[in-house]
């Protein structure tokens, strides 16, 4: 047999596989062609409904931790601020409540100090509230610079 014959076989054989195996098999429909979806003013606002609604789950489960209780009472603290005081640029006096206790520290740049220890007290509520004396250093510090103004410009007016 000639190259060219064999190839006509082969070919034939192959053909008639194929054809076969094609009525045993199932046929799969063709899948008609899908529009092509466009990415337009419908597309960003689905996606920016659903990042809000995201972010509503996220700050409903922050405030459901904090009104259940979630997270310990006091951020589980031993050490309480109970006041402070500026007493020049860089350094305070700070009263700490530790256990039944009262520390009066100072605190500089770099420093502490323990200055006093004391027995806790219990704080009125016009004590725990900011007071009202300083407002009233605040609006003194701005009487004396309205005065020291009127002084400057009286000066520069002679």
């Given at each position: 047999?000639?190259?060219?014959?064999?190839?006509?076989?082969?070919?034939?054989?192959?053909?008639?596989?194929?054809?076969?195996?094609?009525?045993?098999?199932?046929?799969?429909?063709?899948?008609?062609?899908?529009?092509?979806?466009?990415?337009?003013?419908?597309?960003?606002?689905?996606?920016?409904?659903?990042?809000?609604?995201?972010?509503?789950?996220?700050?409903?489960?922050?405030?459901?931790?904090?009104?259940?209780?979630?997270?310990?009472?006091?951020?589980?603290?031993?050490?309480?601020?109970?006041?402070?005081?500026?007493?020049?640029?860089?350094?305070?006096?700070?009263?700490?409540?530790?256990?039944?206790?009262?520390?009066?520290?100072?605190?500089?740049?770099?420093?502490?100090?323990?200055?006093?220890?004391?027995?806790?007290?219990?704080?009125?509520?016009?004590?725990?509230?900011?007071?009202?004396r300083a407002l009233a250093g605040a609006s003194a510090f701005s009487q004396r610079l309205a005065e020291s103004l009127t002084k400057l410009?009286?000066?520069d007016g002679q």
């Amino acid at each position: 047999m000639r190259r060219a014959d064999l190839r006509a076989l082969a070919a034939a054989a192959l053909a008639s596989l194929s054809f076969s195996a094609g009525a045993v098999l199932p046929t799969v429909p063709t899948a008609a062609a899908e529009p092509v979806r466009s990415f337009g003013a419908a597309g960003l606002l689905q996606a920016g409904l659903g990042l809000a609604v995201v972010l509503a789950l996220i700050f409903l489960c922050a405030w459901a931790a904090r009104r259940f209780g979630l997270q310990q009472a006091g951020g589980g603290r031993l050490l309480k601020v109970v006041s402070s005081a500026m007493v020049g640029q860089r350094e305070r006096v700070v009263v700490v409540e530790i256990g039944g206790s009262w520390l009066v520290l100072g605190v500089a740049a770099g420093q502490v100090s323990a200055l006093h220890t004391m027995p806790a007290q219990k704080l009125s509520e016009f004590d725990a509230a900011p007071t009202h004396r300083a407002l009233a250093g605040a609006s003194a510090f701005s009487q004396r610079l309205a005065e020291s103004l009127t002084k400057l410009g009286k000066r520069d007016g002679q």
